[in-house]
């Protein structure tokens, strides 16, 4: 199934790459430069303009070297347009029931968001695998270490205010994979279009998860 097969890549990595606002005369090489560093799992932001179109644009360039996900989807019409364009996977913000059933009939991953652990067993309960903890830089590894000691059966993936500083603690605590936006995709390097600079940070963030999992 294609869903599993997104989960092993999104592990494998341990990184997801948040894109949000990037124009489309730079999208194409800022993606570029995230996979270069290793981080070959992308996640377009679906309240940004022009989100179906650059995730069908990207899985047309990157279909066999990344997967490429929808973000901040909402409901299960969300999941239906992210599927059209094409979509590996459906990222949330919330435990959207819809949005987890919608995306396992159309065989596309959802990842979930969540805070609390009530929030969390909804997702779970509703059919995700990986649930995605949302703000992050609310949380901390013990946190993290808690809901897995607990929660056992579901994979997290912290996500919000991640960096190559403290992706470490996060997955050394028991987090499946991370996500990470601006200490990858930092602003004034896609505005300088300093594409070295965004595929060093991802870089550092994929080593610092590697490193962690020893």
């Not at 065989?107 to 949302?134: N, R, Y």
Request: net charge negative.
């Amino acid at each position: 199934m294609q869903m599993e097969t997104t989960l092993e890549r999104i592990q494998t990595c341990g990184v997801v790459a948040v894109i949000r606002a990037i124009s489309a005369d730079t999208l194409a090489r800022t993606v570029e430069a995230i996979v270069q560093g290793g981080v070959d799992c992308v996640e377009v932001a679906m309240s940004v303009h022009g989100a179906l179109r650059d995730i069908t644009l990207l899985q047309q360039e990157w279909q066999d070297d990344a997967i490429i996900g929808a973000g901040e989807v909402l409901n299960g019409e969300m999941v239906a347009l992210a599927n059209a364009a094409q979509a590996d996977f459906c990222s949330g913000i919330g435990a959207n029931a819809d949005m987890v059933r919608t995306a396992i009939e159309r065989d596309v991953l959802p990842i979930p968001g969540a805070l609390t652990p009530t929030e969390i067993q909804l997702a779970w309960h509703a059919g995700a695998s990986l649930v995605k903890l949302f703000p992050a830089e609310m949380l901390d590894a013990e946190y993290v270490a808690t809901i897995r000691r607990v929660l056992y059966r579901v994979d997290v993936m912290p996500s919000g205010g991640i960096s190559a500083q403290n992706a470490a603690e996060f997955v050394k605590a028991g987090a499946h994979s991370v996500g990470a936006g601006r200490s990858i995709v930092d602003p004034a390097a896609v505005e300088a279009q300093d594409f070295k600079a965004i595929t060093e940070s991802a870089a550092r963030i994929r080593e610092a998860v590697q490193a962690a999992r020893g």
